[in-house]
């Protein structure tokens, strides 16, 4: 019998999908989130509510024949409308430490890359949903350029069209630019640091003092590579992000909304109801604020080459836990980490989220690099790595 303490696995079947025998990607296992459409098995969205229909997938039909073998299914904070990890059937547990959650949405694809059971999995992010657990249970995560042809989001549930990204989590960045290169042709070489424009987010407030510690010894690391770091603000993004992503999803997930009992756990149903509240003109507002923030990081994008930031405010809460407390006060889970995550999902700049220590458990750090430029940021990220 397959065990699953972590609570990651939401569907696994007898025997996978097996891969291309020669393919390039051959040999390699990977889960799918279970947002995505898998042909003969079975799409809930870590939800007992009534979902969208949803078609097959044509990325995992095409890494299916690059060679990879799809082992099961992972579960999700339910629906994605959330990072915490919480659905109906009782959330996934962190690897490190199982009285704290794994994160969210992604939670069950990060859990399934840390404890070895797959090598890659895909994720998808629309705040932060691949880099939060990525983070949080120290693997991984990349979320690629908004709209990459090599990274659709036809056949996956849809939470926030405006949001949402696929994308990968693996154990180090090696198997990310494997996959990537797979799916994009486009060749990626280790980068070098040197003389490289790097603007650290300048957000210390945001994040518990750890954490900006860690930032700190990043930004002192790639100083010592040659890189020339600058300090760039970059505001709150919230009042466009959320009136966007819960308008959208209440737009998906009307039919459920429209039943007498939804099945949706209490916390999704709440924002849900809120994104159906919004009025036309509150979500027209919120598109013209990311606008004026998508011309804002233009403008930041033309004094650096990458942005570097924390991925996470702190360590990953325990089970229950609704407030953290960063160095400039307490707030609710949700809003510390969506802030310091959301505007590159908002914007659709490709991310790289490299997981570092921190008292035993993990925490990350944030590459942020122009649109289109993907090659270049795993580039940069195989330079850190180094060589195996």
């Known amino acids: 019998m397959k065990t699953d303490p972590h609570g990651a696995w939401a569907y696994r079947p007898d025997a996978p999908l097996r891969g291309a025998a020669h393919g390039p990607l051959a040999g390699l296992t990977f889960s799918a989130k279970d947002l995505y459409g ?8 870590s939800s007992r509510a009534v979902l969208p229909e949803v078609a097959d997938s044509p990325l995992v039909a095409r890494l299916l024949g690059l060679g990879a073998t799809l082992v099961g299914k992972t579960h999700l ?33 990060a859990v399934s890359v840390a404890t070895g059971e797959v090598d890659f999995a895909l994720g998808t992010d629309t705040g932060g949903s691949i880099r939060v657990p990525a983070a949080w249970c120290g693997v991984v995560g ?16 849809p939470l926030s069209d405006t949001c949402d990204h696929t994308g990968p989590l693996a154990r180090d960045v090696r198997a990310v630019v494997r996959v990537h290169t797979a799916l994009s042709g486009e060749a990626v070489a280790p980068r070098e640091w040197d003389g490289v424009r790097v603007g650290v987010w300048d957000i210390p407030g945001w994040v518990t003092p750890e954490v900006w510690a860690v ?32 308008s959208e999803a209440a737009v998906v997930h009307a039919r459920a909304l429209a039943s007498e009992a939804p099945g949706f ?32 990081l233009e403008a930041v994008f033309g004094e650096v080459d990458v ?28 809003r510390a980490v969506l802030r310091v995550t959301s505007p590159w999902s908002l914007l659709g700049a490709p991310t790289l989220c490299l997981p570092r220590p921190l008292g035993g458990l993990s925490v990350g750090v944030q590459f942020v690099a122009p649109w289109g430029q993907d090659a270049a940021l795993l580039g940069w990220g195989l330079g850190l790595e180094g060589p195996r």
């Open 142 to 157: 990349f979320k690629p350029t908004k709209g990459s042809a090599a990274w659709p989001t036809e056949g996956v549930l």
């Open 77 to 109: 904070h339910e629906v994605a409308l959330g990072i915490t990890g919480a659905n109906a059937f009782g959330g996934t547990r962190n690897p490190m430490d199982p009285t704290r959650v794994a994160g969210g949405s992604s939670g069950g694809a």
């Open 307 to 334: 942005l570097l930031g924390p991925a996470v405010p702190d360590v990953a809460p325990r089970f229950g836990q609704e407030e953290v407390t960063v160095a400039e006060g307490m707030l609710p889970v949700r």
């Open 265 to 296: 756990i209490p916390a999704t149903e709440a924002n849900l109801r809120a994104g159906a509240a919004l009025s036309p003109a509150d979500v027209a507002a919120a598109r013209a604020r990311r606008e004026a923030y998508r011309a804002r």
């Open 38 to 45: 898998v042909p003969g098995w079975p799409l809930q969205g």
């Open 215 to 246: 930032v700190e010894a990043e930004a002192a690391r790639l100083t010592a590579l040659g890189a020339r770091v600058t300090r760039v603000p970059f505001p709150e993004v919230m009042d466009a992000y959320t009136p966007i992503v819960l």
